[in-house]
């Protein structure tokens, strides 16, 4: 089984977070008795799809959107995606979030689009010292401590639940 997990990040963080999901899901795929073979790519990088018996989609999230790369790579390829399991991810809310009953990141119209069977939100990372200066005046103006709230338990847990739905289709299709 091919999966293809495609990132979009600006400093590396996200990219953590999807070679920790590539992991998991190829773990929970070689328990199961099913040899994966996961590659995790830059989205801007994407040029098919094809090929891909599944694919996570992530990205960092900037003032509540996804980075152009993974915008370009969804809509450029929405018709392949619907064909084919698909999860997306966010990262980047940082510290504590003023309304959390709130979505910080708009993405349900594109779970639709493309059929996603789920999207997971978790938290990012900020160290000011690989920020750029308007970065660092947003993060600064929003008064946001540095710090790695990036859960590797649930993000882990979350790959392997991938990997474990992907062996059910495995199995039913066999």
Known sequence: MKILVAVATRHGATREIAENVATAVGAALTDAGVEPLVEVRDAGLVHS????????????????????????????????????????????????????????????????????????????????????????????ALRVADGDNRDWPSIRAWGRDIGSALAQVVRSTS
């Open 49 to 140: 799809v094809e090929g891909f018996d599944a694919v996570v989609l992530g990205s960092a999230v900037y003032m509540g959107h996804w980075l152009e790369p993974a915008r370009k790579l969804a809509e450029s390829f929405s018709d392949e995606l619907r064909r084919v399991p698909v999860w997306l991810f966010s990262s980047g809310p940082i510290g504590e979030q003023d309304k959390p009953a709130e979505e910080p990141v708009a993405v349900e119209d594109l779970v639709r689009r493309l059929g996603a069977r789920g999207h997971r939100l978790f938290g990012g990372k900020i160290d000011r010292r690989s920020l750029h200066f308007p970065e660092r005046a947003v993060v600064a």
